[in-house]
């Protein structure tokens, strides 16, 4: 079984225990190393959106900003306290971020500026938003849109998610099926997308995971579907096992059921980025080159 997690939230974003209670948990748990992924969520109009003010009553909009600026001030304590906890534990600890991908212009270059000053040692690409007219809508937004506008903003997700994949960014790519959250997406009809979607990611050789939080929901199974998960094995799609922990609690929840499925669907490429490092790359055109 996967003995470390990558995808991983903390007291001060979204999540419920400090850096410290989550990294003695990953030791007691025999975890051979761990790594922070707090929400790395830029827009210029975020705090537009609706979901800003539902975070905001519930305290942790703070996962939200309107500017990189903002954002970089909101992590450089976060990785301050992570150098710190490397050095007095001597356990392996990683800094990382889950970001969104948005294609706005001046993004890529915000966030490259970002990277320049941050320096985290992972990225995980994810599409919790869709910018649509100039508003914002996350998987709540669209479960209560009408039909015509659902099924346009879920294939403007997926479109997302391949130009998550294109531009290289990402050590991987978060719960790709996450619409199913909000029960959308999982009809046949889909699965053209989902192959398309799954066909770049061979061709960009971009890595994805099998986040168990998934779990949680009715279908009792990982993000993405067994249906997605088949695509990842014919196309040979390298993956992670995440448990997206929001708390200590759930470190590593899951993991030998992912595993299993997994292995039994045809998976057999599994992705530790540091055994097989990979850089962020900044552009298309170097991606293409890799």
């Known amino acids: 079984m996967q003995k470390f997690s990558l995808h991983t939230h903390t007291l001060g974003f979204d999540g419920r225990n400090t850096e410290e209670e989550m990294v003695l948990k990953a030791q007691s748990l025999g975890f051979e190393k761990i790594g922070f992924s707090n929400h790395f969520i830029v827009h210029e109009n ?89 508003t914002l809508y996350n998987s709540h937004d669209i479960k209560n849109a009408g039909t015509e506008e659902q099924n346009m903003l879920l294939n403007k997700y997926y479109q997302n998610i391949r130009l998550a994949a294109q531009s290289g960014m990402f050590n991987f790519l978060a719960h790709l099926d996450l619409m199913k959250k909000v029960g959308l997406g999982q009809e046949q009809r889909w699965m053209d997308i989902e192959r398309q979607t799954i066909e770049v990611l061979a061709q960009f050789g971009a890595k994805t995971e099998l986040n168990t939080s998934g779990f949680k929901l009715a279908a009792q199974e990982p993000y993405p579907s067994s249906r997605i998960m088949k695509l990842l094995a014919d196309y040979q799609i390298p993956v992670i096992i995440s448990d997206d922990a929001h708390n200590a609690g759930r470190l590593g929840d899951h993991f030998k059921e992912a595993e299993s499925m997994a292995k039994k669907l045809g998976i057999v490429h599994f992705y530790d980025p540091f055994k097989r490092p990979h850089s962020p790359v900044l552009n298309k055109k170097n991606s293409q080159d890799r």
Do not use: C
Not at 104 to 128: C, V
């Open 46 to 134: 975020i705090k537009d959106s609706k979901m800003y003010r539902y975070a905001h009553s519930g305290g942790y909009h703070q996962i939200y900003s309107s500017s990189f600026e903002e954002a970089i001030e909101k992590f450089k304590p976060h990785y301050e306290k992570i150098d710190e906890l490397k050095e007095q534990t001597g356990f392996p600890i990683y800094k990382g971020m889950e970001v969104d991908f948005f294609a706005y212009n001046g993004w890529q270059e915000g966030f490259e500026k970002a990277l320049n000053i941050l320096k985290p040692d992972y990225l995980i690409g994810s599409a919790h938003f869709i910018a649509y007219r100039g």
